[in-house]
């Protein structure tokens, strides 16, 4: 599975757009760019995931580049409770989990 | 929906003890994925199911560690014997796969995690 990188961390301020990048240069051709979270002390919950084209659901917006080496998860209006840890994951047999980037909201 | 269930939700126990970790897959689900957390690894893949037969156990640490999944709506993560650094938070999650592709394609869904520790 390709390695991604992401920052360690982020600020938002409430109800302003949060856009997360994550660079993902040695994916192949037939893995997925995934997004999940973990809010403090609970499981990851997924939010979008995509393979070539761009995605949109009730969550999250994500943009992924024409040469598929990095992607951009936007929440397009945060809230407090959007503060979490966001993996990005170029998912093949398996979803490899790294650091991923903590999102902190601000009032 | 209940989501995935695990229990207990919290764990301790002495070094040497047999621990057994419990999940109930979201109904319907044919895949199941063990997690396990810690600050210095992360969130890592133990081992999935894919009806009910394990496909990929290779992050399993070392033999004191089993898995069976006797059904599709219950399974378990045993440790035995079990040691201080098997402390963690130990995650089931379910998806659903469709025939032919591979499981982790599939949203995973994650239950509430049991938190062990191991003194």
């Known amino acids: 599975d390709a390695k991604t990188t992401q920052p360690p961390s982020m600020d938002c301020a409430e109800g302003r757009a949060a856009n997360l990048p994550c660079n993902h240069s040695t994916i192949s051709g037939n893995e997925y760019v995934y997004w999940y979270r973990q809010i403090h002390s609970q499981g990851p919950q997924y939010i979008i995931h995509?393979?070539?084209n761009n995605e949109t659901n009730e969550m999250a917006s994500l943009i992924i580049t024409e040469d598929r080496k990095s992607s951009t998860l936007i929440l397009p209006h945060a809230t407090l409770r959007d503060t979490a840890v966001y993996y990005c994951i170029a998912a093949g047999s398996r979803l490899t989990f790294g650091e991923g980037t903590q999102l902190t909201v601000n009032p | 929906d209940a989501g995935v269930i695990q229990s207990p939700r919290h764990e301790v126990t002495e070094m040497g003890q047999e621990v057994t970790l419990r999940c109930k897959p979201i109904?319907?689900?044919?895949?199941l994925f063990w997690y396990r957390q810690t600050m210095m690894r992360g969130l890592e893949l133990l081992i999935y199911f894919n009806n009910n037969v394990p496909i990929d156990d290779s992050g399993m640490p070392e033999d004191r560690f089993s898995a069976k999944m006797p059904n599709a709506s219950f399974s378990t993560l045993k440790i035995q014997p079990s040691e201080p650094r098997d402390s963690a938070v130990y995650f089931c999650a379910s998806s659903l796969a469709s025939a032919g592709a591979l499981a982790v394609s599939e949203t995973q869904y994650f239950g509430p995690g049991t938190r062990l520790l191991v003194l």
């Open positions: 109904s319907g689900h044919n895949s």
């Open positions: 995509g393979l070539k």
